[in-house]
């Protein structure tokens, strides 16, 4: 498949040229016709698989070919951070060279000159508007955004905005636009939070899942069949046999983080926990130390799954199975980023095994179990079916979410 053949306008494949982007990537492949037919659409596919221009094309081909005025805003694009407003509008620049299309910036920080620059930009129209969640609402509250003749709204990295706490701030942008317009929301991953964010934003959307990525070959993944009784003296036992310096715990329930980071401080391991209960800032603060190297361990749901990007982690260890197999690909790709090696550890208890054997055909490979510590015990036997419970069984589908339990 070539770009050509995504019947794109023709400035918008000069721009493709220029940029040196030579075809497709699937996300680009499968979204492209499907939002120049103006249908609303979930995009999900892993960071970095070009999900940024998927968008941006199929929108500046629709501004090209139409031939839009830029006196209106005509697309807003939605994204959690200003560096990635800032990414977005540089890709912008560089594809939309030849078609002409206009492009804002507008982000949180910045001084008084800063807004001022960008109210009367706003005031004055551009095709295409990008902005933090925070700041689009400062300037849609003041009322001078042409936001009238909008056609396009683009929510980018939609489960990270929803991880910040933006989904009101999201709402409330809404409010302010026409209800006519094509929605396109795109993630890495489909959380049921997005699922639920989506039916209220989207309208019948053509779904889109590029299946996610196998784990980096440089992790080494091991896995212990352990009671749950046994499980925290399995953390202090690698934790005092092993040479690790910075270690991820990763449970899927709040209630568990206190327990481990309690049980380990109460051994003089310096653990903090970070789960939805803390204010973001705490959380903030706790990555920070984290990354910094001053804090060794972090006991942490699935909220820092996805977000967390710290080098040299040298150990993820999975307390419990998720539920979702998509989020051990994730948990256990905080390790071993860059060019760094690393190590998942996951306890599987017996209600688990089901579960872990799901992550396995997933990422298709056997995750060797290896044998408990003498000075622990066994733990359970590995016999899935037997605890399956002999229930009805989903046959596996790609890269469907499995029913959390
Ligand atoms: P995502 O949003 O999925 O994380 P990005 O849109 O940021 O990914 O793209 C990742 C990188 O891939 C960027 O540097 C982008 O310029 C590049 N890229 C995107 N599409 C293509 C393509 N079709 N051919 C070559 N490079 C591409
Ligand atoms: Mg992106």
């Known amino acids: 498949m070539t770009f050509s053949e995504l019947k794109l306008h023709e400035d918008v494949l000069s721009g493709l040229d220029a940029m040196g982007f030579e075809k ?34 199929p929108l500046m081909h629709k501004i090209a070919a139409n031939d839009i005025s830029d006196e209106h805003i005509n697309t807003m694009i939605i994204c959690p951070t200003r560096e990635l407003a800032v990414q977005i509008d540089q890709q912008l620049e560089g594809l939309g060279y030849f078609s002409g299309v206009t492009s804002l910036p507008v982000y949180g920080g910045g001084d008084g000159a800063d807004f001022a620059r960008e109210k009367n930009a706003l005031a004055k129209g551009t095709h295409i508007v990008i902005g933090t969640p925070g700041k689009l609402i400062s300037h849609l509250n003041l009322g001078y955004v042409k936001v009238d003749q909008l056609q396009h709204l683009v929510l980018d990295e939609a489960d990270r905005m929803l991880d910040m706490g933006f989904h009101d701030d999201i709402m409330k942008i809404i409010g302010h636009l026409p209800k006519e317009r094509q929605n396109l929301l795109f993630s890495a991953t489909m959380a049921p939070k997005i699922r639920k964010m989506a039916k209220a934003i989207l309208q019948d959307p053509e779904e889109i899942n590029i299946s996610i990525s196998k784990p980096s070959e440089k992790i080494t993944q091991v896995a212990f069949l352990a009671y749950d009784a046994q499980k925290i003296d399995l953390v202090k036992h690698l934790l005092r046999y092993n040479d690790i310096p910075s270690l991820v715990i990763f449970t899927s329930r709040k209630t568990k983080v206190r327990d481990i980071t309690r049980a380990l401080q109460k051994e003089g391991f ?60 994730h948990r256990i790709g905080r390790t071993a980023r860059a060019s760094s090696e690393g190590e998942a550890v996951t306890f599987i208890n017996e209600e688990d095994q089901e579960n872990f054997q799901k992550i396995e055909q997933l990422i298709e490979k056997e995750v060797r179990k290896v044998p408990m510590p003498a000075s622990i015990g066994d733990g359970p036997e590995y016999n899935p079916k037997k605890y399956s419970g002999g229930g009805k069984r989903k046959p596996y589908k790609g890269n469907r979410k499995y029913k959390k339990r």
């Open 24 to 57: 497709p990537t699937p996300i680009q492949e499968a979204a492209i016709p499907l939002i120049i037919d103006n249908k609303d659409i979930i995009g999900c596919a892993q960071t970095g698989t070009g999900k940024t221009a998927a968008f941006l094309l």
């Open 270 to 329: 310096e653990a903090k926990g970070i789960s939805s209960d803390l204010e973001q800032t705490a959380r903030e603060d706790i990555l920070r130390e984290f990354k910094n190297k001053q804090l060794p361990i972090i006991v942490a749901t699935d909220v820092i799954s996805r977000g967390i990007d710290v080098d040299n982690i040298d150990m993820v260890i999975n307390y419990d199975v998720p539920g979702d197999a998509a989020d051990y690909v």
